[in-house]
């Protein structure tokens, strides 16, 4: 069963492009990831954005381990932004496991066509 979580997946879309970081944060286990990862996301394809300009990582995640080293994490970020006049979305779940990650996501704020949001559990 899905639950559609409008009230918050219209936030996300209200501050698309507003040059912040989108930080959703919350206990373990409360939607965070599904918010992001999948009903945004779904929003973004159903409204033009290629699945090439949308760059989802999940720190979490064994495949994506070595991406928590913030050198490595940029690196990877970078070889994916092949067309620096069209506008990637950063889907970055679990920013918790990635060390210096304050410094990492100030670096994004100087991008214009980078749109970032990241999830993170406070436990």
Known sequence: MIIHRDFYLNKLIDC???????????????????????LFKEHLLANGV???????????????????????????????????SEDYYLLLDEVQMLDCFE?????????DNMDVYVTGSNA
Do not use: W
């Open 16 to 38: 698309k492009h507003d040059g912040y970081v989108k930080f959703i944060t919350g206990m373990r286990r409360c939607g965070k990831s599904f918010l992001v990862n999948t």
């Open 50 to 84: 290629g699945e090439e300009n949308i760059i989802e990582i999940a720190l979490d995640n064994d495949d994506f381990e070595q991406l928590r080293n913030p050198r490595r994490l940029s690196s990877y970020i970078r070889e994916r932004i092949v067309d620096k």
């Open 103 to 111: 410094s990492v996501l100030n670096g994004y704020l100087r991008k």
